[in-house]
């Protein structure tokens, strides 16, 4: 007998028929002998149409408010759900984040897990119930509901699966694992069997949103494996577990996106010590996280550019934000900025040792017509600012330059 966690994403979840589906799947784990412990998202789509909402309120949506409202769509599941469950003959019981005390930090929208109580759940399993828990949901010390961030239900998995020392942490989704790129946009995309936390984390990070970054930081904290699977087949998905060394030694490994960022550029800004500082520190204690930014260089005149990026989600904030900041600096350029922009990325372990990668990349970009407005690149990455409509040419055309398709190709021999 084992504890096992599973997680169903809004796919999965998407209409009753389908949460009856995943009910009777559930039954049967648990009649194998195991505990089961379920997380469910939201259906697909909703998150989305609560948003909509909200910005038919307030331009800028209040986060505390916008908690209370995206973290309704999971108490529907949750509760169909466990009715789900009775009708079958067994027995099942629903609850909110607050209810079990998943105990997060106050930052609305993008909370952070610090400790989960387990004493209910526990009690629940021993009393042989099923137990379904919302996904992307807590509690700050005050009383005041959070959510994790968009994808945040594979976050309450893990680290539920964490507390709990399951046996096993299934996330079930509408694709069969983690694949070399999105086997929706791509379709030569291919399965990886096995993949380590750290390339897993990379891929996350940069936009493989099969598995929200997060879930993966608490999988390699507590060394919980997670199996992705598809919630609609029985095949075998990806497994992210330690790294091991059959593991494949690719130069590049996958192709990500990121369409969940937008371009800012902050013009004749006075070109002096301390100027990074004055625009960046309002920005952060404004709780908005910047990715990339490139300075150019003064041109002679005292005067330079700025360009960084900021998630889509914190773009209207950030430029309302920088009409004060831009008089405090001085800057006289004026701000403009794109909200239409995609990351594209290469990913690899196997680049650290290996030169020309960004060369072959930037080759490919070009070779398509596709302009570059910023690069990043780190050991094990390169990232590429594009523009969106140029996403799913950019994705195939890397995924085929770098073979990506293809079974065991030999490290040297993968770029021709
Ligand atoms: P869920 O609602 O089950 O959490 P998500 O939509 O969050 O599902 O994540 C699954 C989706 O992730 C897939 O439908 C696919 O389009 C996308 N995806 C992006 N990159 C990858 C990748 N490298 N491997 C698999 N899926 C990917
Ligand atoms: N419902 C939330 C979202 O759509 C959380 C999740 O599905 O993981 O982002
Ligand atoms: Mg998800």
């Not at 067994?90 to 952070?112: E, M, P």
């Not at 996106?257 to 013009?267: K, P």
């Not at 960084?308 to 430029?319: E, K």
């Not at 596709?370 to 523009?387: A, F, G, L, R």
């Amino acid at each position: 007998m084992g504890l096992i966690v599973q997680k169903f994403g809004g796919t999965s979840v998407g209409d009753p028929e389908k949460i009856k589906q995943v009910a009777q799947q559930v039954l049967k784990k648990k009649e194998e002998g195991n505990q089961m412990v379920i997380v469910l998202s939201a259906m697909s789509g909703e998150t989305n149409r609560l948003t909509d909402f909200a910005l038919q309120m307030q331009e800028i949506p209040d986060r505390r408010e916008m908690d209370v409202l995206l973290s309704s769509g999971e108490q529907v599941t949750i509760s169909l759900f466990a009715m789900a469950v009775k009708a079958y003959g067994d027995d099942c019981i629903s609850y909110l984040g607050d209810q079990v005390k998943i105990l997060t930090d106050n930052s609305h929208t993008k909370a952070r897990i610090e400790c989960i109580d387990t004493e209910r759940i526990t009690s629940d399993l021993g009393k042989g119930k099923v137990v379904v828990v919302a996904g992307f949901q807590g509690v700050d010390s005050d009383g005041n509901i959070t959510t994790l961030g968009r994808g945040g239900s594979d976050t309450t998995a893990v680290a539920l699966a964490a507390v709990l020392q399951a046996d096993a942490c299934e996330i079930f989704t509408d694709v069969e694992g983690v694949y070399t790129t999105d086997p929706n946009i791509c379709n030569k995309a291919r399965k990886i069997d096995r993949i380590s936390y750290d390339e897993m984390l990379e891929l996350a990070s940069l936009g493989a949103k099969v598995l929200d970054i997060r879930s993966v930081t608490f999988a390699k904290q507590y060394k919980v494996p997670i199996h992705v699977r598809s919630t609609f087949t029985d095949t075998e998905g990806t497994w992210v577990v330690e790294e091991e060394e059959e593991m494949e030694g690719r130069i590049v490994s996958g192709v990500t996106y990121n369409r969940n960022e937008a371009r800012i550029t902050i013009s004749g800004v006075p070109d002096q010590p301390g100027i990074a500082a004055k625009i960046f520190t309002p920005i952060s204690d404004a709780d908005i996280i910047v990715d990339m930014i490139i300075q150019n260089q003064d041109t002679g005149n005292g005067l330079t550019d700025m360009t960084f990026t900021v998630l889509r989600s914190d773009y209207q904030r950030t430029m309302q934000l920088l009409d004060s900041i831009t008089k405090e600096t001085g800057a006289n350029g004026g701000i403009h900025g794109s909200d239409s922009i995609t990351k594209i990325s290469i990913i690899g372990v196997g680049m650290r040792n290996h030169s020309g990668i960004a060369s072959t990349m930037f080759s490919v970009l070009f070779n398509e017509g596709i302009n570059i407005s910023m690069i990043s690149t780190s050991e094990i990455k390169v990232s590429c600012i594009i523009e969106e409509k140029y996403t799913e040419l950019a994705i195939r055309a890397l995924h085929d330059a770098f073979e990506l398709d293809k079974d065991n190709v030999p490290e040297e021999e993968s770029i021709t």
